[in-house]
Nanobody, 122 residues
């Protein structure tokens, strides 16, 4: 599976962005898809996940109520709609995929996208 993330950019605080992550392969619906993010000098952190079954979603407390993760299995794509953005959301956002159940543990993920930079100005 190859992942291609896009949609990052510069936005003012309070604005919105939508990230996309397109996956190769024919079994996309079987994968749990997760967004992580990383800022310089910090460890990469979990943002949101959508399971491969039943489209269950889970969010980090820091983004709950502002971010929405969704997927379109027909397009092999997972999205992260980010609203009410804050300067502290500035990071490189990575999508990741794993077969089966979801987890926040990064080492459990087999496939990673290249990252897309989101910059939120104050």
């Amino acid at each position: 599976v190859q992942l291609q993330a896009s949609g990052g950019g510069l936005v003012q605080a309070g604005g919105s962005l939508r990230l996309s992550c397109v996956a190769s392969g024919r079994t996309f619906s079987r994968y749990s898809m997760t967004w992580f993010r990383q800022t310089p000098g910090k460890e990469r952190e979990f943002v949101a996940v959508i399971s491969g079954s039943y489209d269950n979603t889970y969010y980090a407390d820091s983004v709950k109520g502002r971010f929405t993760i969704s997927r379109d299995n027909a397009k092999n794509t997972v999205y992260l709609q980010m609203n009410s953005l804050k300067p502290e959301d500035t990071a490189v956002y990575y999508c990741a995929a794993k077969l089966g159940g979801w987890t926040r543990v990064q080492r459990a993920y087999d496939y990673w996208g290249q990252g897309t930079l989101v910059t939120v100005s104050s």
